[in-house]
């Protein structure tokens, strides 16, 4: 499929949800929406923003890039936006451009006046055509190896915030930008869930996190390191999560509800001796232009569909399992991993005949 094909089959369906909601001009301001209407455009200068230096503005019969004239000339030549078929309104880049016309206005982001189809438009991009699939698992690949290469170069003696360079350096020399990167090391990995780099000193336990973004999709993995023998208590929470993570790949069908995976989750917590785990942190969910489109969660009803890419990351107080993963064609197939590390290594798990390698702590 051509870009200007997929991105006529997202207009199509995005036009298809404006007549729904009855209204006739809809205006995507989100980078992760502008990324997904136009085939991978990253709009995010500032990767802090929320809001891109570009917007899209739709109508039953025309698509819009609205910019203003710094990067007006990137966009045109670079990313071919005229090529995608949208066309480009560039206003001075000290003037506001304001709000597009029309009638009855629908965003992707708070507007007084404007309905609000962000959840509708969610929906939509969840859905993944086949060329974003392969995307994913391009990105997956490199996502990996950035992750493999950098756990090479991390030695006692190294800092967090040195340890995130290395995973960072890797990531963007494979073409992919960094958005999440938590590193914790020794005592810290016990503590926080969410660890953002600091000046700590690795002393033998390190735990690298790295969600990774390349053409608006976003895939997440981590992997944890110890140097010297493990502690029994340590190997057993981690083969504990293993198993968690095993149960909601496993589960991750099409036809199978979020809702479903959680509490595949919260049971296994339980048959492995660590129930409660799962109210420490979210459990993941379904991913894509975001690391977490829609969480796994009580009463969470969407459906998982033939070729969606969830990222589940269990973990018990020590350890973390995290994979991306992409739902099968049929009910009873083996959900695809996209973020394999060959040479790692892993517990294997069976269960209701879906054998899946999950990810240990590498002792070195």
């Known amino acids: 499929m051509t870009i200007p094909a997929e991105i006529q089959t997202k207009l199509e369906r995005v036009r298809a949800l404006m007549d729904a909601r009855q209204v006739d001009t809809l205006w995507l301001r989100t980078v992760d929406n502008v990324a997904w209407i136009t085939g991978g455009v990253d709009t995010a200068v500032n990767t802090a923003s929320t809001l891109g230096v570009a917007s899209v503005v739709i109508t039953q019969h025309d698509c819009t890039v609205w910019t203003n004239t710094i990067e007006a000339p990137r966009l045109g030549l670079e990313d071919q936006i005229e090529?995608?078929?949208?066309?480009?309104?560039?206003?001075?880049?000290e003037q506001s451009a304001g709000i597009p016309p029309g009638q009855s206005l629908g965003v992707d982001y708070p507007l007084s006046g404007a309905m609000d189809l962000g959840g509708d438009l969610t929906r939509l991009r969840v859905r993944l055509l086949p060329v974003e699939q392969e995307r994913f698992r391009q990105l997956g690949i490199s996502c990996a190896e950035a992750m493999h290469r950098a756990i090479n170069r991390v030695h006692p003696g190294n800092t967090e915030n040195e340890i995130a360079a290395a995973l960072e350096y890797e990531t963007r020399i494979r073409?992919?930008?960094?958005?999440?990167?938590?590193?914790?090391t020794d005592e810290r990995i016990h503590r926080y869930r969410h660890p953002l780099p600091t000046t700590k000193i690795l002393d033998k336990y390190?735990?690298?996190?790295?969600?990774?973004?390349?053409?608006?999709?976003?895939?997440?993995?981590?992997?944890?390191?110890?140097?010297?023998?493990?502690?029994?208590?340590?190997?057993?929470?981690?083969?504990?999560?293993?198993?968690?993570?095993?149960a909601m790949i496993a589960a991750s069908q099409p036809g199978t509800s979020l809702e479903e995976v959680f509490r595949v989750a919260q049971e296994t917590y339980a048959r492995v001796g660590f129930e409660g785990e799962w109210k420490l942190h979210h459990q993941g969910g379904l991913a894509g232009y975001t690391p977490r489109d829609v969480l796994a969660v009580p009463g969470e009803t969407t459906l998982l569909e033939p070729g969606m890419v969830c990222a589940w990351n269990p973990s018990i107080t020590g350890a973390k399992s995290e994979d991306s993963v992409m739902v099968?064609?049929?009910?009873?197939?083996?959900?695809?991993?996209?973020?394999?590390m060959f040479g790692w290594p892993v517990q294997r798990v069976e269960i209701n005949g879906i054998a899946l390698d999950r990810p240990l702590i590498m002792e070195l």
């Open 175 to 184: 073409n992919v930008t960094p958005i999440v990167v938590l590193i914790a």
């Open 328 to 340: 099968p064609a049929a009910p009873g197939q083996t959900p695809e991993i996209l973020t394999p």
């Open 206 to 246: 390190a735990m690298l996190v790295l969600c990774g973004r390349r053409d608006g999709l976003v895939i997440s993995v981590t992997r944890l390191v110890h140097f010297g023998p493990l502690p029994d208590d340590l190997r057993r929470r981690m083969e504990a999560t293993a198993e968690v993570d095993a």
């Open 83 to 93: 090529a995608r078929g949208f066309k480009i309104f560039a206003t001075p880049w």
